[in-house]
């Protein structure tokens, strides 16, 4: 079964300080890759993804997030963080053909120090 | 466009009582699914409706989980008798019907605000 392992359980940054939020992943085929985020008492949303194409792909807020296959991995990053990043962040993993189940990592907590 | 909602925002229950958690999709939306997150640790696949049949049910952890899809619009999931185990947060997340095959076999899915329950 494929399994998402994200890095770091709690980040704290200052602001305007750079963001690089590992996830890696276990699965020999072909996958659609998400990063999601959870605002204090907001929904799950999401962020960015990846289904084909340029592994480098840009997200909603300045987010953006590369494929590198070799590695089976999809880090998150974002040059300067902002106060409103204070968030947890999920990356997600569905394999083609998968209809949609998402595995989910554990979540990175995100804390932004003004 | 009203999102993704989910009835109760928080549950309180003691062990071996029953809870019915609701899920109102996205109008329109065929593929209805359910995870859980159970102290802080990664979100967990349950199941996925499309329209009212179960397509996928191999993430329910036992028979005291029961979820329902009437009619293929809102969808409840009981857990029935609740054990401590049982407690975290249960989230609704529905999409589209699935693109053709042959392109991306994925729709964005909408998360709802989870429903918090706790087992005494």
């Known amino acids: 079964a494929q399994s998402v392992s994200q890095h770091n359980h709690h980040v704290i940054l200052s602001e305007a300080a750079s963001l690089e939020l590992g996830c890696n992943y276990s699965y020999g085929g072909t996958v659609n890759l998400f990063w999601y985020v959870q605002y204090p008492g907001q929904h799950l949303q999401l962020l960015l993804k990846y289904f084909s194409g340029d592994p480098l792909v840009k997200g909603i807020k300045g987010f953006e997030a590369e494929f590198i296959k070799s590695k089976f991995s999809f880090n998150l990053r974002k040059p300067s963080v902002q106060w409103s990043d204070t968030a947890e962040y999920f990356c997600a993993v569905i394999p083609f053909g998968n209809a949609g189940k998402s595995t989910f990592g554990d979540g990175t907590t995100l804390t932004v120090k003004p | 466009e009203a999102g993704v909602t989910q009835f109760p925002s928080h549950s309180v229950i003691e062990k071996g009582q029953t809870v019915t958690l609701r899920c109102d999709p996205i109008s329109g939306h065929d593929n209805l699914y359910w995870y859980r997150r159970v102290m802080g640790k990664e979100i967990k696949f349950l199941l996925h409706?499309?329209?009212?049949?179960?397509?996928?049910e191999s993430g329910m952890p036992n028979n005291r989980f029961l979820a329902e899809r009437t009619g293929g619009t809102y969808s409840t999931l009981k857990v029935q008798p609740a054990e401590l185990e049982d407690s975290g947060v249960y989230f609704c997340a529905s999409s589209q019907a699935s693109l053709p095959p042959r392109r991306a076999s994925y729709n964005e899915q909408f998360f709802g605000p989870g429903t918090r329950l706790t087992v005494l």
């Open positions: 409706f499309v329209k009212e049949s179960k397509q996928d």
